[in-house]
């Protein structure tokens, strides 16, 4: 039996009877950008995410240049970030005219390593704020990314950044709906930045993203910058960019919050019973750290021998992914930062042996014995 990645057509078929209302009114009213659709969505998710702001925007890169150039943040400022991400989060750093500081992950839940960042700004310190000894930037901020769904170890990084006069940022684009510590993801430090791409736990039809903040001063600049730096209509307060949400998508995700925690949930039971069926196989499981909500947006697995066990899956009509084949600190597009190979042994092994497995909401039992199975073949059971 074929096993896709992710069925977004199931995903579709749910909700089409509620979704499709919602749209044809946008297309009824033929008010096409941002608008009472949009506005409705921002409140329900900031409500999610436990904030008391939302900005939508027009994806998630944008939302992280969005959300750094509308904080107190200096232009040149170092921004601490993980090599293992996509490679929007530098992206947004350097759109924002900020600096990427690559600092290693955890190899238990490949996220930001909150120790090897206190170790970074130790050694870093010197006479005042820390710098990177690399490019020569004063380190600002600290901008953790959830991935595949669980939040990084945001309680301590916050600590961290007040011991150091730091702003904490979050990429959540992974995590909606995910939490820490009792705290939802995007609610953590200054603002955080959410993708709403289709493939994402909560996917627009198309594209969109999102800045959360409880800050009203970073809301409003966001707010203004997502439109052009406008106050109102012709009168601008900065130079900003078009990066106003389309209304459809407002539609859109207004009615997926209402389906969001759902879709989590048979994410973390789909997550459990991989656990379960592949229990003693030799191959690294993801980790949930004990005070997560994981949302398993990827389930990730690792294993020395992964290419050769892709290729089995692939044989048998099982699709997989690797996020992601290459870390950010070895990519040409970062060069200038002068980094080599072996200068982030997690991260670079995390590109070695990571494997994806399918998750969605509507994977069936059956689905996940087919995978389990043939990962099971492949290491002789
Ligand atoms: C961790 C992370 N950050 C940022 C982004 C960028 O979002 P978008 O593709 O909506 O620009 C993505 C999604 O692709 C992501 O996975």
Redesign the pocket.
């Known amino acids: 039996m074929a096993v896709p990645f992710l069925d977004l057509k199931a995903i579709y078929r749910e909700i089409r009877a509620e979704v499709t209302p919602e749209i044809n009114e946008v297309l009824e009213s033929c008010g096409y950008v941002l608008g009472p659709k949009v506005a409705a969505f921002e409140e329900s998710f900031s409500r999610i995410s436990g904030t008391d702001y939302c900005v939508g925007v027009s994806?998630?890169?944008a939302a992280?240049h969005c959300m750094l150039s509308a904080s107190s943040l200096e232009p040149g400022s170092g921004v601490i970030v993980p090599p293992n991400?996509?490679t929007?989060?530098a992206e947004g750093v350097i759109l924002a005219g900020m600096v990427p500081v690559f600092v290693d992950v955890e190899d238990t839940t490949w996220n930001l390593d909150p120790d090897l960042v206190a170790a970074f700004l130790k050694d870093n310190r010197g006479a005042g704020a820390p710098t990177d000894p690399g490019t020569g930037a004063r380190i600002g901020a600290v901008l953790a990314?959830d991935l595949y769904g669980q939040p990084a170890d945001h309680p301590r990084l916050e600590a961290l950044c007040e011991e150091y006069g730091l702003l904490l940022f979050e990429?959540a684009?992974?995590a909606h709906d995910a939490a820490r510590a009792g705290r939802p993801a995007g609610s953590f430090g200054t603002a955080a930045s959410f993708?709403f791409?289709p493939g994402k736990n909560m996917g627009a039809f198309g594209?969109a993203?999102a800045v959360t903040t409880s800050d009203e001063r970073l809301f409003r600049k966001a707010r203004s910058l997502r439109d052009h730096g406008s106050r109102d209509k012709y009168f601008y307060d900065y130079v900003g960019h078009n990066y106003r949400m389309c209304a459809i998508q407002g539609a859109v995700l207004g009615v997926k919050t209402r389906w969001i925690r759902r879709w989590n949930d048979l994410r973390r039971n789909a997550a459990a019973r991989y656990a379960d069926l592949l229990a003693g196989l030799p191959l690294e499981l993801p980790r949930e750290a004990p005070d997560s909500r994981h949302v398993f947006h990827l389930y990730a697995v690792h294993t020395p021998r992964r290419d050769a066990l892709r290729e089995h899956l692939q044989a048998r009509g099982i699709a997989t992914g690797i996020h992601y084949p290459y870390p950010l600190h070895l990519q040409k597009a970062y060069e200038n930062l002068g980094h080599r190979p072996g200068d982030f042994p997690n991260s670079e092994r995390n590109s070695r042996e990571n494997l994806t497995l399918p998750i969605f909401p509507g994977i069936t039992p059956e689905q996940q014995d087919e995978v389990a199975g043939a990962v099971g073949e492949f290491f002789g059971g």
């Open positions: 994806n998630g890169t992280i991400t996509f929007a989060t990314v990429d684009a992974q993708s791409y594209e993203g």
